[in-house]
């Protein structure tokens, strides 16, 4: 039971941080930086409390990864203004899913039997049709709804490139997760920074989203305590079931409108997105 509780946090830390930085406020610059000083902040202390050891390939590695995250981050929030949150978290959840499993069966070579190719690409196909299904459907007015997709979308691109970057870098240079949370952290700060210094990041919401650093942190704890209990594929998959979060509560929470057609269509999204989650849990050793 320990282990299950470890691999509820991401799922429900994560699931829920777009939704909660959305609800405290600011614009996605504002909001990224908060993040970031959040989990910097519990990094530090959770360096002190569990010191790993320490390489300079890994202050390096994980400091570049932090990067690619800070990015991956604030276009993931940037595009919530074009398709809102319940389009967001499953279609980038779906593209991260996408690009780090294709990552790592061309480059790391991790389908090593029939089975896991088999169940890899029914996955990926759930994957596929589930972030179609969730980008389908159109409100009152076609044209105006399409851009803002076609915007979201490609918003949720660059996100996606970030977020795979975070992922595959640290797993390149096989730094442990205990070692990479500090640098990681560090690097997320650098990267919030540097990205958003030109918008006036800094004001009261910057402040507020100190506390989805927190959640982020607590996330990454979880999974990184869960593994070692119930193993790489059930963390990985309970991880995944944070979009039920973040996609209900857009749309019960912070009202955004949807038609049933449209409910439907976002729903069945989720369920494959997840379903094709699960089964590339059942891929990882």
């Not at 959040?38 to 360096?47: I, P, R, Y």
């Not at 279609?91 to 896991?116: N, P, R």
Request: hydrophobic fraction near 50%.
């Amino acid at each position: 039971m320990e282990g299950i509780f470890y691999a509820l946090l991401p799922a429900i830390a994560w699931g829920s941080l777009v939704l909660v930085s959305v609800k405290l406020g600011g614009n996605s610059y504002s909001q990224t930086l908060g993040i970031t000083c959040g989990s910097l902040l519990f990094a530090a202390v959770m360096f002190f409390i569990k010191t790993p050891e320490m390489s300079g390939l890994a202050w390096a590695a994980g400091m570049i990864s932090g990067f690619f995250w800070s990015v991956g981050q604030l276009y993931q929030l940037n595009s919530v203004k074009y398709i809102g949150v319940s389009k967001t978290v499953p279609i980038s959840t779906g593209m991260q899913l996408l690009g780090t499993t294709l990552f790592g069966v061309i480059v790391f070579k991790e389908w090593t039997s029939k089975t896991t190719v088999i169940l890899g690409i029914i996955a990926l196909l759930c994957i596929i049709a589930g972030v179609i299904f969730t980008s389908t459907g159109q409100t009152e007015d076609k044209n105006e709804k399409g851009n803002s997709l076609k915007k979201g979308l490609l918003v949720l691109l660059l996100s996606s490139v970030g977020y795979i970057g975070y992922v595959v870098i640290i797993k390149w240079f096989n730094i442990s997760g205990w070692s990479a949370i500090l640098p990681q952290s560090l690097g997320m700060l650098a990267g919030a920074l540097l990205l958003s210094i030109k918008h006036n990041p800094f004001s009261k919401y910057a402040f507020r989203n100190i506390l989805t650093g927190i959640m982020w942190g607590i996330g990454n704890i979880g999974l990184l305590l869960a593994n070692p209990k119930v193993g790489v594929a059930i963390g990985f998959t309970f991880s995944q079931m944070g979009i039920v979060i973040s996609t209900l509560g857009g749309i019960f929470l912070l009202g955004e409108k949807k038609s049933g057609k449209q409910l439907a269509f976002v729903i069945i999204g989720c369920v494959l997105v997840i379903a094709g989650g699960v089964l590339l849990g059942f891929t990882k050793h």
